[in-house]
């Protein structure tokens, strides 16, 4: 009975059965691990996520973005191309219709001229002062031009208005004005004056040495350019001034002024 109970066949057949039972569950337990994680599981689960990287698809809102951003983008550019076509192309309707909207466009970036090319560029300096006038007196001349020199020499991205207000002001009075009488040759003359007087009293501001501006007068001094030594040429470069009438100031020029 010991014998039967304990012997070699019954320990045989019971770790027999333990051992079976236990490569049994080991086997299954590795051929379930080789189904978890074997190359089999990894081919199917990184093949899919490679071929969806390869064949990415947009969605739906960045669709949308996308076609907006090249709808606007396609607009802008044809109708920055229309106005500078209607800028060079010779006088019609639609360009007299939409003449501010061309002009503020081309001026002063886009502004086409022959003067870098020119054969007999400009030989003069033009500079621009004022003074005003008080009820204490009349102040010193203030170079106009001047100041815009100084803040656009050192600097690597100077403002449009330095570099353009003033000389540009100035050269629409000079082409609606006669420089003997000063008096208006065109319809724009008194917008010409009104234009130049609202850039020098915005520089001044309303009072002078603590008393209010009433008046305030322009010259404009005009410097020919020395030419070069190897020319042969030679002329005058004495500063002649053309002092402009006084022009009286009163609360509606500094409508619109800081």
Same mark, same amino acid.
């Given at each position: 009975m010991t014998d039967q109970q304990s012997g070699p066949a019954l320990a045989d057949e019971r770790s027999g059965s333990?051992?079976?039972? =236990?490569?049994? &569950?080991?086997?299954?337990?590795?051929? $379930? =691990?080789?189904?978890? %994680?074997g190359p089999a599981l990894a081919d199917e689960q990184s093949g899919p996520a490679l071929a969806a990287g390869d064949e990415r698809t947009w969605s739906l809102p960045a669709l949308a973005v996308l076609a907006t951003a090249g709808l606007v983008l396609v607009t802008c550019t044809a109708g920055f191309l229309g106005l500078l076509f209607? $800028?060079?192309?010779? %006088?019609?309707?639609?360009?007299?219709?939409?003449?501010?909207?061309?002009?503020? @466009? @081309?001026?002063?970036e886009f502004e086409q001229n022959w003067k870098l090319f020119a054969p007999d560029p400009l030989q003069q300096n033009i500079a621009v002062d004022a003074r005003v006038r008080t009820a204490d007196g009349t102040g010193e001349w203030i170079g106009l031009t001047a100041e815009d020199i100084a803040a656009i020499r050192g600097n690597p991205v100077p403002s449009h208005a330095d570099q353009n207000l003033l /000389?540009?002001?100035?050269?629409?009075?000079? +082409?609606? $004005?006669?420089?003997?009488?000063? +008096?208006?040759? =065109? +319809? *724009? !003359?008194?917008?010409? @004056?009104e234009y130049l007087k609202r850039i020098a009293l915005q *520089?001044? =501001? *309303?009072?002078?040495?603590?008393?209010?501006?009433? !008046?305030?007068?322009?010259?404009? !001094?005009?410097?020919? @350019?020395?030419?070069?030594?190897? %020319?042969?040429? +030679?002329?005058?470069? /004495?500063?002649?001034? *053309?002092?402009?009438?006084?022009?009286?100031?009163?609360?509606?020029?500094? &409508?619109?002024?800081l």
């Open positions: 333990a051992l079976v039972d =236990g490569d049994e &569950r080991s086997g299954s337990a590795l051929v $379930h =691990g080789d189904e978890r %994680s209607l $800028h060079v192309a010779p %006088s019609n309707t639609l360009s007299q219709r939409y003449q501010p909207q061309v002009d503020g @466009v @081309v001026y002063p /000389r540009r002001a100035w050269d629409f009075y000079d +082409s609606t $004005h006669s420089s003997t009488d000063e +008096s208006a040759t =065109g +319809s *724009r !003359g008194p917008l010409a @004056v *520089r001044i =501001g *309303r009072q002078a040495a603590g008393a209010p501006v009433t !008046g305030v007068q322009l010259r404009a !001094g005009t410097t020919p @350019v020395a030419p070069p030594s190897w %020319s042969g040429q +030679s002329w005058p470069t /004495r500063t002649q001034y *053309r002092e402009l009438p006084w022009w009286t100031v009163t609360d509606e020029d500094y &409508r619109g002024l």
